[in-house]
């Protein structure tokens, strides 16, 4: 559910800030990035759970926003 959520706030910022000649392939571009992170997390996710047991896959998905939390935190 977050990452549907965070989808369009993104999706917005992008268009907000794309130069208006490459609005469209700016937003092709970062949902094309999106779905395939989707993909790619869904299967080593999936390949995680044939070799561990579930807290050390909830373990692996706390990285990613621990390191956008540190992103954040930097940019302020």
């Known amino acids: ?10 999706s917005t910022l992008v268009a907000q800030n794309a130069p208006p000649n ?14 395939f ?3 790619i997390s869904i299967q080593l996710l ?11 896959i909830l373990t692996v ?3 990613g926003p621990l390191i956008g ?3 954040l935190l930097s940019i302020r």
């Open 61 to 63: 998905l706390a990285f």
């Open 1 to 10: 559910m977050v990452v549907i959520a965070d989808s369009p706030l993104f």
């Open 37 to 39: 992170i989707t993909i």
């Open 46 to 56: 999936n390949s995680l759970q044939t070799w561990t047991n579930t807290p050390t």
């Open 22 to 35: 490459l609005k469209g392939t700016a937003l092709t571009i970062v949902n094309c990035i999106g779905f």
């Open 69 to 71: 939390l540190m992103v």
